[in-house]
């Protein structure tokens, strides 16, 4: 390794350990993005900004800290299941997938307490004879459920309804990323639960202890709360993910269409059959690289993320230190941040929805780098492959009329590390952020690229061990970088789906390593949500299915 080759890395280093909380003076007056932070969240920001509305970068990256405007165009379907031929007269869920929305057209007993997702309460999960069990209630009451409207006709409630909506002018939303549907305590509902609703009760809810009243599963109450700020926002509600994209539909007279509503026979989940799970998850499958680019768009200008801030976002929980954490930050500071996105939300209101997208970039950026990195790391046992394979990433960047080698490699890193974002334009302050975090890791990828084509350039000195350098510099990058591609499944056959945990359903070992599985190979294995209240998973909170579809 060349003198150079160590300046560079040392540059990284440097770069990668300065701490972002060393920027925030304490008790300083102004709680407020910082390009800094933006910088060493660089990875962070650009996994948010890639996998917004994408299924499988969000399962993945399942603790949200961002939230974006979004606008669903006219003519785009949504779908919802209930109990009544009527629509909803509260705030209800809408689902982008049928399937989705099948699971909750359903009489109203056996539903669950609380959490809803793309329908009315899910289904219950069957006891093991199969039969619905009773709802049981938070208050112990198992009469009352949670959400019930006062003037429903029990009498009616022998079917469940699918209904079908059109709608029939934009609509304007806020979208909460990662797997805000996700009714878990490891901080799926942080940016919803502690951010905009401000509720604290929950916060020292860690994984294992009984969840305070108001927590995970409070989604009748959520819902109230969220359509509350969204009335002052001038938005129709809340999009958010769990297994399927759902948005949180705050009044169902207002820009929707009904142009459907079918009874479901009484049978209702029964006539899934065997390939109900199958099925499933194929639709949710259809949807892990995005929801279609013109049914949801995102308004990436106006993002606001609490990693633009000087935050401690540390999890308190040692095992998972990849998953970030709002439950360190101090209501002054959860606050300015909610200020900082209500005042983005009205500066954004009458601009044009899209002037940037920036995961358009973000995708350029992966498709140009994600498998020649892994290729790299795991796959080439040769020096001179290796230097081949460097050579035809980085060659585009160098001029050759440069003699000096030093001036020439720096001039490279640079091009390379501004490619792709010279493209755009920055307008807004969030545009500037993202632009600061996607160029701290274009500079990564770049810097450590030219590192390693040095190890394995330099004749006179290399050996194998350069070999062994150079792949461990690429699984560092690698790890640091965290893109949902690095794990996703090969192809899988067309009677099988690759499966990664959605809130409610998957195992551990599904997270660790996602596979193609055809719905009847079920491996047994710890629910990864941590079956909460026994809920998710089988009834014995295990299992990599929806304990509905078991
Ligand atoms: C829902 O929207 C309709 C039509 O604009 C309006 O008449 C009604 O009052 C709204 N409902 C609520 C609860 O705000
Ligand atoms: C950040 O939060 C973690 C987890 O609660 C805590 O251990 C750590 O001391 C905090 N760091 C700072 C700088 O406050
Ligand atoms: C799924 O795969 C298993 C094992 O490979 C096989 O026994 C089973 O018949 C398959 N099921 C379906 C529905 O194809």
């Given at each position: 390794m060349t003198v150079r080759a160590f300046t560079f890395l040392a540059a990284c280093v440097a770069s990668a350990i300065s701490p972002v909380l060393a920027h925030s003076s304490a008790g300083s007056q102004?709680?407020?993005?910082?390009?800094?932070?933006?910088?060493?969240?660089?990875?962070q920001i650009f996994n948010a900004v890639h996998n917004a509305m994408r299924q499988w970068g969000s399962s993945l990256?399942?603790?949200?800290?961002?939230?974006?405007?979004?606008?669903?165009?006219?003519?785009?379907?949504?779908?919802?299941?209930?109990?009544?031929?009527?629509?909803?007269?509260?705030p209800d869920w809408l689902a982008y997938e049928i399937e989705h929305a099948e699971g909750f057209a359903r009489p109203r007993m056996g539903r669950p307490p609380g959490g809803p997702p793309g329908g009315?309460?899910?289904?219950?999960?069957?006891?093991?004879?199969?039969a619905p069990q009773l709802d049981l209630v938070e208050d112990g009451n198992p009469q009352r459920v949670i959400g019930d409207h006062p003037q429903t006709h029990i009498a009616e409630e022998t079917h469940g309804y699918l209904h079908v909506y059109r709608t029939s002018q934009p609509l304007r939303y806020l979208y909460v990323d990662g797997m805000g549907g996700g009714k878990t305590s490891m901080g799926t509902l942080d940016s919803q639960d502690y951010l905009l609703r401000g509720v604290g009760s929950v916060r020292e809810n860690m994984p294992g202890s009984r969840t305070a009243p108001g927590g995970p599963m409070d989604e009748q109450q959520r819902a109230i709360d969220l359509c509350e700020l969204c009335k002052d926002w001038q938005l129709e509600g809340v999009i958010r993910m769990e297994a399927g994209f759902e948005i949180i539909q705050c009044n169902f007279s207002v820009g929707l269409e009904q142009i459907q509503v079918l009874q479901r026979p009484e049978s209702g989940l029964d006539r899934r059959g065997e390939l109900g799970n199958l099925e499933f998850v194929r639709g949710l499958a259809e949807r892990y690289q995005g929801i279609g680019s013109t049914r949801t768009i995102i308004d990436y200008s106006s993002m606001v993320s609490a990693f633009f801030f000087p935050a401690n976002l540390t999890n308190p929980n040692p095992k998972r230190p990849d998953l970030p954490r709002l439950s360190n930050l101090a209501d002054s500071e959860l606050s300015a941040i909610k200020e900082y996105l209500t005042n983005t939300i009205e500066e954004r209101r009458e601009k044009p929805r899209r002037i940037i997208d920036w995961q358009d970039v973000s995708d350029l950026i992966v498709g140009r780098y994600a498998d020649r990195l892994e290729f790299m790391a795991e796959h080439i046992q040769s020096i001179s492959i290796m230097s081949s394979e460097i050579s035809f990433l980085?060659?585009?960047?160098?001029?050759?009329?440069?003699?000096?080698?030093?001036?020439?490699?720096?001039?490279?890193?640079?091009?390379?590390?501004?490619?792709?974002?010279?493209?755009?334009?920055p307008e807004t302050?969030?545009?500037?952020?993202?632009?600061?975090a996607f160029k701290s890791v274009t500079e990564e990828i770049c810097s450590t690229l030219f590192v390693v084509r040095d190890v394995v350039a330099a004749k006179a000195t290399v050996s194998s061990s350069s070999l062994t350098l150079a792949v461990k510099?690429?699984?560092?990058?690698?790890?640091?970088?965290?893109?949902?591609?690095?794990?996703?499944?090969?192809?899988?056959?067309?009677?099988?789906?690759?499966?990664?945990?959605?809130?409610?359903?998957?195992?551990?070992?599904d997270y660790e390593a996602p596979r193609c599985t055809n719905g009847t190979q079920d491996r047994d294995g710890e629910n990864y949500w941590g079956g909460f209240r026994g809920r998710p998973g089988g009834p014995d909170g295990k299992g990599p299915w929806p304990a509905a579809m078991q």
């Open positions: 102004e709680f407020r993005p910082s390009h800094d932070a933006a910088a060493e969240r660089g990875p990256h399942h603790n949200g800290m961002s939230y974006f405007l979004a606008e669903v165009p006219e003519g785009v379907l949504f779908h919802h299941g209930n109990s009544k031929i009527e629509s909803p007269t509260d009315g309460k899910p289904p219950r999960p069957p006891t093991p004879e199969g980085l060659d585009v960047f160098i001029d050759y009329s440069e003699k000096d080698e030093g001036t020439r490699i720096s001039a490279a890193v640079d091009r390379c590390t501004n490619f792709y974002l010279r493209s755009i334009r302050e969030a545009d500037q952020l993202i632009h600061t510099m690429l699984r560092s990058l690698i790890t640091k970088l965290g893109w949902a591609r690095f794990k996703r499944c090969p192809a899988c056959a067309v009677n099988e789906v690759c499966l990664i945990p959605m809130w409610p359903f998957g195992t551990v070992e």
